[in-house]
């Protein structure tokens, strides 16, 4: 690890100067200074160009422009701004498309990798995927009749995935890997080309989840060789809250795997209207409904901004970053009995960083609701005892880093978490 100079706010502040990417927080609605959002990762701030670009689609597109707005850009957006997307994650433009929700991209994909892969009947994914993601797999294996079945990759430390237990679990009899390529709780990074070769090597397929890498970290689909992808872009991509998910798949899958969903913009000619289906022949067959434009339009202006900030440099001050906030939580939060629940080396790390600590529902409730001027800290809750602190390269700062973690340091030296109560919100 890095080191730093100390553990004073004149060094994030010095750190805050040296920062070449400080500028673009200007680009992001931060309406509050007292606000430190550490939650980038469940939902990303509000670019400012966004505003008057969704207004403009409004306004122009669908208030004066109406119907014909379908024949004036409306129906190739979802390719168009998959192309942006495309860019990012290092796939060809008429490989991804936007539609639908991460959950049910994943179905789609999983679904018709399943049933290409016949007669092979293990489906693998890990300990440490979202639940959403199991779920998924699950309702799949029970609508195929159960003749499938799911097998989980165990970690050893809740922290880290080994490439012995991946080896152990992946066989001749496995149709499909599916694995979130950074973990939502330990922040955990898998070497997606060594584990898409494991996979290729016994002939299966692999689906990669994005959603916690998407935007963060430098990701080669192509390079990989990979087969199929789906992530969503309310969180590192900024597009607003429901935005719509993408998904991709390798060009020379496309026309051998069928959505699950026969709907008619999956169709080769929907305004033809014909009675039987049949589907496109490019990646437009996983489309399913009319896609949503307005939350579609949303997302663009962040992506371009992406884009100018270069992922290579976001990557840089992410690593820079979680390691500084973790220089500091070995020092202060450790001797308050906080574990570090996130890998060490930045090489199997992505952009949060996950506490420990067995009062962390409470001490959240103490970082959001904070005594009299203190600064307002939003992270978000895992149970059962998860803080996830998650970096945002775009707009955090390393002084919110810096006061997130001296502000830990005291409601825990202070108790001042006793006096919140543990039930739950709908939403944590
Ligand atoms: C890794 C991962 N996969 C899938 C999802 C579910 O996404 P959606 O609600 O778009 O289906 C999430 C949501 O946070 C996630 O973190």
Not at 73 to 88: D, F, P, Q, T, V
Not at 95 to 111: Q, R
Not at 140 to 166: A, Y
């Amino acid at each position: 690890m890095k080191k730093f100079k100390d553990y004073k706010l004149e060094t994030a502040l010095e750190l805050n100067r040296q920062d070449t990417l400080a500028s673009y927080r200007e680009k992001f609605i931060v309406s509050d200074e007292k606000v430190i959002y550490l939650d980038g990762n469940s939902l990303g701030r509000l670019p400012r160009a966004t505003i008057n670009h969704l207004d403009r689609v409004i306004q122009h597109e669908w208030g004066s422009r109406l119907i014909r707005s379908w024949n004036e850009g409306w129906y190739e957006r979802s390719n168009r701004i998959g192309a942006k997307i495309a860019a990012l994650i290092g796939a060809h433009p008429d490989e991804v498309i936007l539609s639908d929700s991460t959950s049910v991209n994943l179905y789609k994909l999983a679904h018709a990798a399943i049933r290409h892969a016949a007669p092979r009947k293990k489906v693998v994914s890990d300990v440490f995927n979202f639940p959403s993601d199991l779920y998924v797999l699950q309702g799949i294996i029970e609508q195929l009749g159960n003749t499938h079945h799911l097998d989980l990759i165990p970690s050893r430390d809740n922290v880290v995935i080994h490439l012995e237990e991946v080896r152990k679990v992946i066989d001749k009899e496995t149709a499909l890997v599916s694995l979130s390529h950074v973990s939502f709780k330990s922040a955990f990074l898998y070497d997606m080309q060594k584990i898409t070769r494991i996979a290729h090597n016994k002939g299966a397929l692999i689906l990669w989840d994005l959603s916690h890498s998407a935007g963060v970290v430098p990701i080669h689909l192509n390079q990989s060789d990979v087969d199929l992808a789906v992530g969503c872009t309310y969180k590192y991509l900024n597009g607003g809250p429901g935005a719509p998910a993408f998904l991709y798949v390798r060009k020379e899958l496309q026309q051998k795997l069928f959505s699950p969903i026969w709907g008619w913009f999956g169709d080769q000619k929907p305004f033809d209207f014909r009675l039987q289906y049949q589907p496109a022949k490019s990646l437009k067959r996983f489309m399913a409904g009319t896609p949503p434009i307005l939350s579609l339009t949303a997302l663009e202006p962040s992506l371009d901004i992406i884009h100018d900030a270069g992922l290579s440099k976001i990557r840089e001050k992410s690593i820079r970053q979680t390691e500084y906030m973790i220089f500091l939580i070995k020092e202060l939060l450790e001797p308050q009995g906080f574990t570090l629940g996130t890998p060490l080396s930045h090489k199997v790390r992505g952009s949060h960083v996950s506490l420990r600590h067995p009062e962390a529902f409470r001490i959240c409730q103490a970082l959001i609701h904070p005594d009299g001027s203190e600064f307002i800290i939003i992270p978000d809750f895992r149970e059962p005892d998860h803080i996830r602190l998650g970096l945002s390269p775009l707009y955090t700062s390393y002084s919110d880093i810096f006061y997130a973690i001296r502000i830990l340091k005291d409601i825990v030296k202070e108790k001042k978490f006793e006096k919140f109560d543990s039930a739950r919100q709908q939403v944590t």
